[in-house]
């Protein structure tokens, strides 16, 4: 794929600038606060439709303006593409692919952004690590971001359960029917996740050996409540998962929360068996999450 135009309208500092980008290399140089990172934002968000940097939308709409507009020219084996999003301040949001109406931004290009606020992986807390894990993933298996989102939503119900802190014949009957979905979505995002780190261990080891002179080892581990083996499958986690809220039903009412499945999970990273999250230099954070970020390149390249 070459991404071979960009035209921003009203983005961030932009209020209207054309961008031509060469197939292989390209390097903006510029003074502080011209719009280097405000660029490379734009073509995360035609990768994604989301910015890296926040959540909230109207923050990346011109000051004073009540929509954007950015759109990508791009080459694929297929053709010639035009990708268009508008963005207004109350939230709607249109792409279009060739003129024509379309639901999915995600389809087309991808991308990887190695920015300084990827540094917090490295030392910020797991929930930092599963977001890097469930936006990456998310990518490559557009069914994720649907189990995701399940699966969140009935956290929600069942930890609300939870709350009233009652057991009884009735909050087991319904903890049940919770605990089904909640297994279901879970399960996936669990394989998902273990499928994904197993992936991305090998080059992101070769990647870093090569960045430190060989003197380093990056090692990449899952680390869940749950005792999961790479090879289990997803009816194995769902039975592992399922026997296992069994067993914390009373601790979990006695928290009042949920605290088996993929909410409570981390990603481990240990350089020369020593955990980067305790021990990790700022240089070797840095190092780390590139060679995390350039091995995820390689996956979606796969
Ligand atoms: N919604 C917005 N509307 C207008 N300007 C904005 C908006 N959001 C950010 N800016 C401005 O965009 C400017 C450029 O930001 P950007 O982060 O892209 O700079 P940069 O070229 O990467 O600079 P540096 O080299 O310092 O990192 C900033 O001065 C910021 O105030
Ligand atoms: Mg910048």
């Known amino acids: ?13 932009y209020c209207r600038a054309e961008v031509i980008f060469d197939p292989d290399l390209n390097i903006f140089i510029g003074d502080n606060a011209q719009g280097k990172t405000n660029l490379l934002e734009a ?33 694929t084996i297929k053709g010639s593409y035009k990708l268009q999003v508008v963005n207004y301040l109350n939230g709607k ?27 917090n992986l490295v030392k910020g807390a797991p929930s930092q690590r599963r977001d890097f894990l469930d936006i990456e993933i998310n990518q490559i298996f557009p069914l994720y971001s649907y189990n995701l989102q399940n699966f969140y939503k009935i956290l929600r119900h069942r930890n609300k359960l939870l709350k009233l802190r009652v057991d009884n014949k009735k909050t087991e009957q319904s903890l049940q029917v919770w605990n089904e979905q909640l297994v279901k979505y879970g399960s996936f995002i669990l394989k998902k996740r273990l499928e994904v780190i197993n992936y991305l261990s090998g080059p992101a080891n070769f990647i870093h050996r090569r960045l430190t002179d060989n003197r380093e080892n990056l090692f990449l581990l899952y680390s869940s409540g749950l005792d999961l083996k790479i090879d289990h499958t997803i ?6 998962y399922t026997e296992e809220l069994e067993k914390k039903r009373e601790e979990e009412i006695r928290y009042g929360l949920t605290l088996l499945g ?6 481990k990273i240990f350089i020369n068996n020593q955990l980067t999250r305790k021990y990790a230099s700022q240089g070797q954070q840095r190092t ?13 390249k796969e």
Not at 63 to 70: A, M, P, R, V
Not at 262 to 267: A, I, K, N, T
């Open 262 to 267: 993929p909410h409570r999970d981390d990603l």
């Open 235 to 240: 009816e194995e986690i769902k039975d592992i």
């Open 93 to 119: 949001k249109k792409v279009k692919i060739n003129g024509i109406d379309y639901n999915n931004i995600k389809d087309y290009f991808k991308a990887v952004i190695f920015s300084p606020d990827d540094l």
């Open 1 to 13: 794929m070459h991404l071979k135009k960009i035209v921003l309208n009203n983005f961030r500092n």
């Open 288 to 300: 780390c999450v590139l060679s995390l970020k350039l091995s995820v390149m390689e996956l979606i």
């Open 43 to 75: 073509i995360y968000y035609l990768a994604g439709g989301r910015s890296y940097r926040t959540n909230q939308e109207k923050e990346i709409i011109h000051w004073d303006q009540d929509s954007f507009i950015l759109s990508a020219f791009f080459e």
